[in-house]
């Protein structure tokens, strides 16, 4: 079964930019989505972002709209989550997940990297 390993986590300031990569361990499926989400302190893991595996159709939530960018690369079998003028409020720990659609759900994806900690400060 695939392995997902997120990187590029760490601490910045308000305004700053910051790119995270979650390589899988194998080639996903060509129906697969590829998903970033997001969980602070005390709240439930919310939707980020995702992209379809085959086509690199793209979804995003609108609070990041225009912030952020997702990609992949088929070569290396990695979804990158380009970052940029990140807010406090963007503090989290981000994950990446593999599932068939792309849903805003996070039980519609069946397979979880470990998370990398994202913190901005003010």
């Known amino acids: 079964q695939v392995q997902l390993v997120e990187s590029g986590g760490g601490l910045v300031q308000a305004g700053d930019s910051l790119k995270l990569s979650c390589t899988a361990s194998?080639?996903?499926?060509?129906?697969?989505?590829m998903a970033w989400f997001c969980q602070a302190p005390g709240k439930e893991r919310e939707f980020v972002a995702a992209i379809r595996w085959s086509n690199a159709l793209t979804y995003y939530r609108d609070s990041v709209k225009g912030r952020f960018t997702i990609s992949r690369d088929k070569a290396d079998y990695t979804v990158s989550l380009e970052m940029n003028s990140l807010k406090p409020e963007d503090t989290a720990v981000y994950s990446c997940?593999?599932?068939?659609?792309?849903?805003?759900?996070?039980?519609?994806?069946?397979?979880w990297g470990q998370g990398t900690q994202v913190t901005v400060s003010s």
């Open positions: 997940a593999v599932g068939t659609s792309p849903s805003y759900s996070a039980t519609d994806y069946f397979r």
């Open positions: 194998g080639p996903p499926y060509s129906s697969h989505v």
